[in-house]
């Protein structure tokens, strides 16, 4: 069979999981409405298979809708089947993934099968933060069933016939189909934070959840750590002159130089994904451009949030200026700014914070620095702590000197110097306790795993509450 060709509902759940490893649940559960002849119609396992099996010989619970059985139309027994999966899920503490073809809510349960979308959406947030929750999209997931990937930690999607939306492209005002079809990859991936990762054809996609469940924990209560056969102390020649490249940066410093990124096309500024250290599996986030947007917080708000309830440890890497400045951006980059500030704060798993280039003004007290909570932070050599950029610093300071000297070049060249020295560099920020250490580049992996070892036991409390209000 053809690597793109779709697979039925059955052969995805083989393709996912180790060879004779599935065992079914429920497979004699037939819808049971007796309205607009339904009873009249075949449908088998009500439309969804459900069943646990191994990846990598772990336990994993999957369901996977059948889209020959009434569109894969979610109904009451349909959900009822998925709402058992969870319950033996989070009694187990292993992930579920949900592999989505569906029509959305079967129009001929009406008001029962608004009741079994409840039920699945109530079992999910239940689930959060204690199981970690996969969905993969293969064909039509509309209505009711998009909700279904915005509650999953992550989402996968088939690039050629995934269709996730709310209201179709034909519903939206003045749009249609041909014209953007809003529902489909390519559109999804650069213009919201749902899709994580893409692939062509549905065994590229099943194989891409594998190895991101390899690299998480089973539950909030497990650690995510492999055997590591990568050199511990190993150097990286010419590590700085990819400074400006967090993505690549992220490859250099990882275990056999994996990087697995997530939401890759959405909030270029940021890039976000796991990688392991010493067979660790951490959070990273890094800074792709500069300044950072409101699109680029969103996603890295979202891993941190992700990271800290299966205690995860975050790794930063930072080279950022300031904010997005546009009138787009102004419109909510203080929001942004404020939410990843308060969940970076509260993350109580082990955060360690290299900055590799310039590190200035709130842009980067947000960006896991020592005053939100970072537990340990790195500089290379040459980089730049501060409140801006020292040559706008001077220009400000001293525009009255500058503006009476005969070569303000050298005025401005002068005072910052003198600036860089006083305030605006990485050995500036270790004196004021900042900065915990100056490294050389090439000693950022085995530095940072050293950090992560130490800050492995870490246990911090916070005070008691449900929730953040923000």
Known sequence: MSE????????????LLDPASFVETGAYITARST?????????????????????DGRLVYVYSQDAAVLGGAVGEMHAKKIAG?????????????????????????????????????????????????????????????????????????????ASLFVNSPNALDGNYAEK???????????NTPLADRTAAGDEAVLSDIRTLISMLPANNGEEAVDVCEDEINRTIPDIETRKDDARALAADIADDNQYYEIKKEFGVDVTTGFFRMNGAT????????????????AKAESLVKFCDAFSIPVVTLTNVKGFAATVEEEKGIAAAAGRFAGVMAETSSPKVNVIVGDAFGSAYTIWNSKSVGADIVYAWKGARVGMMDPEMAVKIMYQDEIAAAGDTLAVIAEKKKEYEALQASAESAARRG?????????????????AL??????????????HMSI
Do not use: H
């Open 35 to 55: 309205d607009f002849n339904l009873s009249a119609d075949s449908t088998p396992g009500d439309g969804v298979l459900t069943g646990y099996g191994l990846i």
């Open 85 to 161: 999966l969870y319950n033996l899920a989070m009694k187990t503490g292993a992930p579920v993934i949900g592999l989505l073809d569906s029509a959305g809510l079967r129009l001929q349960e009406a008001t029962d099968s608004l009741s079994a979308f409840g039920r699945i959406f109530q079992k999910m947030t239940m689930a959060s933060g204690v199981i970690p929750q996969i969905t993969a999209v293969f064909g039509t997931c509309g209505g009711g069933a998009a909700i279904l990937s915005a509650l999953s930690d992550f989402t996968f999607l088939e690039e050629k016939n």
């Open 180 to 190: 953007l079809d809003t529902s489909k990859a390519d559109f999804l991936n650069q």
């Open 453 to 466: 070892e130490m800050l492995s036991t870490k246990r911090e409390e916070r005070p008691w509450k449900k």
């Open 434 to 450: 900042y900065v915990d250490d100056l490294i050389e580049p090439d000693a950022t992996r085995k530095r940072v795993i050293a």
């Open 4 to 15: 793109k060709q779709p697979l039925t509902a059955a052969e995805r759940i083989s393709s």
């Open 282 to 297: 951490v959070g990273f986030l890094g800074n792709q451009e500069n300044t950072l947007s409101v699109e680029g917080l």
